[in-house]
């Protein structure tokens, strides 16, 4: 069966810090990954989405930026954090149109 | 007009209550529809998928999906306190994978 895996689960970083945000799928191959930012009060969004190693779709001008350097691992990074980009970021992956979630990270910027 | 539009609530109903969540929509070229759930502060749980018009049941629930009304729901049989949760649709077209969703309703079930 397929796992999605997030890392860290939560996350309290200062204004102008760097960040990193992994996520890894087990038990398939070549996914489609996305990362989404979920605000208070604003939905899902969805910031970055990936068919395949190396090849990142922006969706949002973002203080934000992804990478997938192998077929099954995701990151989403930024050089300097702002207030703005507290949030809950979660990372997908789709089969066939029915898309599953992981388990999210929690990130305050403070 | 926003592509989804999802009534937010919340919705709070006694246990045994039969619930339905709603969401419309206004691109007439979506043709997957998804209804997530999604506890506090865990990802979304996909809860049903249809594929174009029709309905489809699995245990205590229901979607339904009309496209001459651009019009979704789901619908929940005697809901039980574990129900509790906030509900998210989500659509797309065929041919992309790419979901737009709707910004969810929160439900409460009171024992």
């Known amino acids: 069966s397929q796992t999605i895996h997030q890392w860290p689960a939560t996350l309290v970083q200062p204004v102008g810090s760097p960040l990193s945000l992994e996520c890894t799928v087990e038990g398939t191959s070549n996914p489609n990954l996305y990362w989404y930012r979920q605000a208070a009060g604003r939905g899902l969004q969805l910031l970055f989405y990936s068919v395949g190693i190396g090849q990142i779709s922006s969706e949002v001008p973002q203080n934000l930026s992804a990478s997938r350097p192998q077929d099954r691992q995701f990151i989403l990074s930024s050089k300097k954090l702002l207030l703005s980009d507290s949030g809950f970021y979660l990372c997908?992956?789709?089969?066939?149109?029915?898309?599953?979630f992981g388990p999210g990270t929690r990130l305050t910027v403070t | 007009q926003k592509e989804v539009e999802q009534d937010p609530g919340p919705l709070s109903v006694p246990e045994g209550a039969i619930v339905s969540l709603n969401c419309t929509y206004s691109n007439s070229a979506f043709q997957y529809f998804m209804w997530y759930r999604q506890y506090s502060r865990k990802g979304p749980e996909l809860l049903m998928y249809t594929y174009s018009s029709g309905n489809k049941e699995d245990g205590r629930f229901t979607a339904q999906v009309d496209k001459s009304s651009k019009y979704i729901s789901l619908f929940i049989r005697d809901s039980q306190p574990s129900d509790s949760a906030t509900y998210l649709c989500a659509m797309s077209q065929g041919g992309s994978e790419k979901l737009v969703f709707g910004k969810g309703t929160k439900l409460t079930v009171n024992p």
């Open positions: 997908a992956w789709t089969r066939s149109y029915e898309q599953y």
